[in-house]
């Protein structure tokens, strides 16, 4: 990326804490020609942060150590820093901060000017982009669209911006050459650096800055963004200082949205993850009951079978035990059932053979005696 030419007016060493009168247009035409073919939208920014240049330098020494983040990453890191939203906007060019803090009395001039007289300003920058465009060296192209647009008060203006709103070139020029016409013609090939532009008199540019998603932000659709309606002239910038109030509080309804769209979500997931966990709980718990009755069951159904088993025992034990008796009673003959009189019939037949017998002796010792 090539470095922005800065020229500053020599002998105007002024303090940034002094109010200053307003300069004669001749002294604001060289204050603000390094800057005054910049892209409105850019050079908002520039005027802007100009008015703090001791602002600038610490914006300066802090990029130098941020220098690996880019994009809405960088832009993030300085708003949490603490830098004001113009600074902000202009970190993603770090050559032009650079520039304006090597040459800061050029920037505490330029700011002190603005401050003093914003018109005035407005109307050195439209002086010059007149004499650069009826020079030849102010046109369209593929980094830059210009156009002309008529104010509030009917003054023709003239306006700079980006070809593509997502890629922004800053140009490079000689101020001390390229508000005047060429004495000679000049062709720049395509291919050409713009040191050879710079050098023919012409406009250069150095490499895009592409934008991309910092387009989705607030530095650029907000209040100093791209999108804000930067333009070099009272009546565009009294309408872009109300468009940005307007989107200063868009964009904070738009975070208090968002805020309370996160803390909606965050809310119903941590509803649903207690009753997630309340569900596992219970679903444990029944789980727990269940088991615990179910060996309740086990336990009683174990002691049930072994209270029959015993009864079971006994009972056998019990016919057991009458089977014994009765065959103890059978043997001994002493069994006094149905069948008691036919059971032993060699007992009864012994008993009578054993009577007879005894009959028969005592008859015949009987009949001895008589003889």
Not at 333 to 356: E, Q, V
Request: hydrophobic residues 35%.
């Amino acid at each position: 990326m090539r470095s922005l030419v800065l020229v500053v007016t020599a002998g105007l060493v002024l303090s940034a804490s002094t109010p200053q009168p307003a300069k004669a247009p001749d002294d604001l035409d060289t204050l603000a020609a390094p800057i005054a073919l910049y892209p409105d939208a850019l050079l908002g920014p520039i005027l802007l942060s100009a008015g703090n240049p001791s602002q600038v330098g610490a914006l300066n020494e802090w990029l130098r150590s941020h220098a690996s983040a880019k994009g809405t990453e960088l832009q993030d890191a300085a708003k949490a820093a603490g830098f004001g939203e113009s600074y902000v906007a202009l970190v993603l060019f770090p050559e032009v901060v650079s520039r304006m803090a090597e040459q800061l009395e050029w920037t505490t001039k330029i700011g002190q000017a603005f401050a003093a007289d914003r018109s005035a300003v407005f109307a050195s920058i439209q002086r010059l982009r007149t004499k650069a465009k009826d020079a030849g060296k102010l046109n369209s192209n593929p980094q830059q669209a210009v156009t002309t647009e008529t104010s509030g008060s009917g003054q023709q203006v003239i306006v700079i911006e980006p070809a593509n709103p997502q890629v922004v070139y800053v140009p490079q020029y000689n101020p001390q050459t390229v508000y005047a016409p060429s004495t000679s013609t000049v062709v720049i090939k395509e291919e050409d650096d713009s040191d050879a532009a710079v050098a023919a008199g012409l406009i250069g540019f150095t490499a895009g800055i592409a934008l991309g998603a910092a387009m989705d932000n607030d530095y650029y659709y907000g209040p100093y963004g791209w999108g804000g309606g930067f333009r070099m002239y009272d009546d565009a910038w009294d309408d872009w200082y109300d468009h940005r109030e307007d989107s200063r509080e868009d964009w904070q309804d738009y975070r208090e949205d968002v805020m309370e769209e996160r803390g909606d979500r965050a809310r119903n997931a941590q509803e649903q993850r207690t009753d997630r966990t309340q569900a596992r709980t219970s679903t444990a718990a029944e789980r727990t009951n269940a088991r615990t009755t179910s060996a309740t069951e086990r336990s009683e159904a174990r002691s049930t079978a072994g209270t029959t088993g015993t009864n079971r025992v006994s009972a056998e034990a019990r016919g057991q035990s009458e089977r014994a008796t009765g065959t103890n009673a059978e043997r001994s003959g002493t069994r006094s059932d149905a069948f008691s009189g036919y059971s032993n019939g060699k007992s009864t037949r012994a008993a009578s053979s054993r009577g007879a017998s005894s009959r028969s002796s005592s008859r015949s010792r009987g009949g001895g005696g008589r003889r």
